[in-house]
């Protein structure tokens, strides 16, 4: 190989070497800057990760301090909050679910005396021991296992009651237990001693309020008993004077004293039943009675007052409703008397209207009462008031009505006590509207009227001015079955008749014709169609001349009852005297009079008081009797024994043995064999219930002042066979 080929081979070579080289160089570089390019990146993550690390050691150092600061406070609340407990006046513990104490305060603690066992952990069957072994209960007389059991089984409880508990010391102690989530029971004692003492002494305060409430009843009711018992010797005079020769002054006197008397003993009623009421001792007497015969007489004697003022006094009695209920009558009477006598004393002109109504059902009647009047009314702002006792409109106005202003005080106890409700509404100048709600139970013969009316009887024809009245009339005759055809003057009449009817109920007094003169036109006329006339005044009506013509007169208002037998006996026509509202025949007597031949009647009278043995004495005088006083009741159990009355009247309050141990002792004297009617005079009306007499063993009971009448219907009733007739 030549030279040339030679060095041209090396040159060939170490080109192809420099070209490597430079390859190789290449390659070294991008390996070099890619290096580089990564030691960036990685220095750039060093740094960010660096900060991060950073940032949460700093949130690490916040949230340790934040922590710190937080047991921080919550160290201060806790050692805040039991220092508040510590700090209040009563007892503060809480126990764990197992009845473990966790921590009680001090006022709590204190109440054990410094006890050493009393730490947190001690159980609270444990605490129930040391308060009864050391004796910082009082437990009185209950035995202390007793006591422990009551309280553990009240603790075990879901939701313990409060409890009282009383320390030895005499404070009272009120337990609140309050059982919270998973068992843990908060117990507050509360030191309740001021509590307690406070209502002691109120307790004391109202006993003694009362027991001076009852002190003053009692005085009133004694005191009324008092002035009744010489008021009886002064009625009962005046009444024995009117019966003796006077001349018309002497009798005007007389009369004067008497209505005096009379006035007084109402008052004097009136505050006896409103201290009874108020001392809880007046008592309801469940009888039968028939209410709308009651409401009648009631009226009937309300009727003279409203005719001289010229009112109209109505009833519009239910026609549906029964009569015969059971209640007390007197009472009801009284409420009744007080709300028509208001009406008739408050209404110059018009009407007084009493409406019955009423729902029965089950056996008993819901009554509804009220008692309307077209009088002076009562005033907007008082009319709450004069329900209140001695509580009337106005001083200057009722100046001149006489009254003290019990009555309706009186009547809202008494319909109080009936379980009732009393109301009333007024328009003054207008008019007033008293009314009640009772319900009784029906008596067991409380059907409604029988409204069966003779056969012949179908038509009627009505004659009466006033449209109230002629409303409530032809209600009336329409449910007793009538047909009816009404007219309002006498000469309306007249021309009504000529059609025909089979009855003529007409009113009395009539602007132009009045009842009595119909009558005679008709029977002028040959027309002998029953005449029936109403008045309110039976007496003159009896005595005209015209009576004779007429089938009935009847006492307006009137009562359906009466207007059902008066047109009962026109059916029957029988002789004698035509039904009126008046003098019923007494029922016959079955005893025979052996005048002359018999021994008279024998009565005792037991009574302590001079002027009232002188009234009896007088009141009787005039009887075939043989009289005997006693003046006390051992001298009546004597006289008993002795005399052998027939009847005896007793006195209630005498000084020694009263009224009711002399009776006691008669009746074991008689040892159930006979039995001698005894009579109570009593003018004890406090504890003169009769209830309570008659379980003394007395048979009837008379109130003083007594009453010559009812003195001799006893002494009638006690007339023995064989005896001479008492009777003047
Ligand atoms: P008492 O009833 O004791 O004899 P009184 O009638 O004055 O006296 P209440 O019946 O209690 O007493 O009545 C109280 C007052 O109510 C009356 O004085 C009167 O002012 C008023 N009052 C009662 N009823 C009516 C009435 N129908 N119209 C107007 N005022 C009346
Ligand atoms: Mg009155």
């Not at 209502?199 to 005191?223: G, H, I, P, V």
């Not at 209640?327 to 009406?343: E, Y």
């Not at 027309?527 to 009896?542: K, Y």
């Amino acid at each position: 190989m030549s030279l040339a080929n030679k060095l041209s081979q090396e040159r060939r070579a170490r080109l192809a070497a420099e070209r490597l080289l430079e390859q190789k160089q290449a390659e070294l570089q991008a390996a070099n800057r890619k290096l580089g390019h990564h030691a960036r990146k990685l220095s750039d993550e060093i740094v960010e990760t660096r900060a991060e690390v950073e940032n949460v050691r700093d949130e690490n150092r916040r949230v340790k301090s934040d922590l710190t600061e937080a047991n921080q406070k919550i160290e201060v609340a806790e050692r805040r909050l039991w220092h508040s407990i510590e700090a209040i006046q009563d007892g503060f513990a809480f126990f764990d679910a197992d009845s473990r104490m966790i921590a009680a305060n001090h006022a709590w603690l204190s109440v054990f005396d410094g006890l050493e066992a009393l730490q947190p952990g001690i159980s609270y069957i444990e605490i129930l021991q040391f308060a009864t072994e050391e004796g910082v209960i009082d437990i009185g007389e209950m035995p202390p296992a007793a006591w422990r059991e009551e309280m553990l089984d009240r603790w075990q409880s879901p939701n313990p009651e409060p409890h009282v508990i009383r320390l030895w010391s005499g404070e009272y102690i009120k337990l609140i237990d309050q059982r919270g989530h998973g068992g843990d029971v908060v117990n507050l004692a509360l030191n309740i001693t001021d509590t307690i003492r406070y209502e002691q002494r109120l307790k004391d305060a109202r006993r003694t309020a009362e027991a001076a409430s009852r002190a003053k009843s009692t005085f009133l009711a004694n005191m009324s008993h008092e002035i009744r018992t010489p008021m009886n010797g002064v009625v009962g005079m005046a009444d024995l004077l009117k019966e003796t020769d006077l001349n018309k002054e002497q009798l005007l006197y007389t009369n004067t004293i008497r209505n005096s008397a009379e006035a007084l003993l109402v008052i004097i009623n009136d505050v006896l039943d409103y201290s009874k009421i108020e001392a809880e001792k007046l008592t309801l007497h469940a009888d039968t009675f028939d209410l709308e015969r009651s409401i009648h007489e009631l009226v009937l004697l309300l009727q003279a007052n409203a005719r001289d003022k010229g009112l109209d006094l109505l009833v519009d009695y239910d026609m549906f409703l029964p009569t015969k209920l059971i209640g007390d009558p007197g009472r009801i009477r009284q409420v009744l008397t007080n709300l028509v006598g208001n009406a008739v004393k408050f209404t110059e002109t018009g009407h007084v209207i009493v409406r019955v109504t009423g729902i029965a059902e089950n056996g008993t009647c819901r009554l509804h009462i009220s008692v309307e009047d077209t009088g002076i009314g009562i005033p907007a702002n008082k009319v709450d008031h004069v329900f209140g006792e001695f509580n009337q409109v106005d001083g200057e106005r009722d100046r001149k009505f006489e009254g003290t202003g019990l009555g309706l005080a009186i009547s809202k106890k008494l319909i109080g006590l009936m379980g009732g409700d009393i109301w009333v509404e007024s328009d003054e100048g207008t008019g007033s509207c008293f009314g009640f709600t009772v319900t009784l139970p029906l008596a067991e013969d409380a059907d409604a009227i029988d409204p069966i009316v003779p056969e012949g009887l179908r038509h009627a024809l009505l004659v009466e001015p006033h449209d109230l009245s002629r409303g409530i009339l032809e209600k009336q005759l329409s449910a007793l079955g009538l047909t009816v055809r009404s007219c309002a003057s006498g000469k309306d009449a007249l021309t009504a008749l000529e059609d025909g009817t089979d009855l003529v109920v007409t009113d009395h007094h009539m602007a132009d014709l009045d009842g009595m003169e119909m009558a005679e036109v008709l029977r002028a006329k040959g027309d002998d169609t029953p005449v029936i006339v109403l008045t309110p005044n039976t007496g003159s009506a009896m005595n005209d001349p015209m009576r004779r013509h007429l089938a009935a007169v009847l006492q307006k208002p009137v009562a359906r009852r009466e207007l059902l037998d008066a047109l009962r006996t026109i059916e029957t026509n029988a002789p004698g005297p035509p039904a009126h509202a008046e003098g019923k025949a007494p029922p016959p007597q079955d005893k025979t009079p052996l005048q002359g031949t018999a021994r008279a009647v024998r009565v005792l009278a037991a009574e302590d008081n001079k002027t009232n043995r002188l009234v009896f004495s007088k009141m009787v005088q005039a009887l075939d009797i043989e009289l005997q006083f006693a003046e006390n009741g051992k001298e009546a159990v004597n006289l008993f024994q002795s005399f052998a009355p027939d009847v005896i009247f007793m006195d209630i309050s005498m000084p020694g043995m009263d009224g009711k141990q002399a009776t006691g002792a008669i009746r074991a004297l008689e040892g159930g064999n006979d039995h001698v009617p005894i009579v109570a005079m009593t003018a004890h009306a406090m504890d003169g219930d009769d209830a309570d007499i008659l379980a003394a063993g007395l048979d009837h009971y008379l109130t003083k002042p007594l009453r010559k009448a009812q003195l001799i219907d006893h002494i009638s009733r006690a007339r023995p066979e064989g005896a001479r007739d008492p009777a003047p």
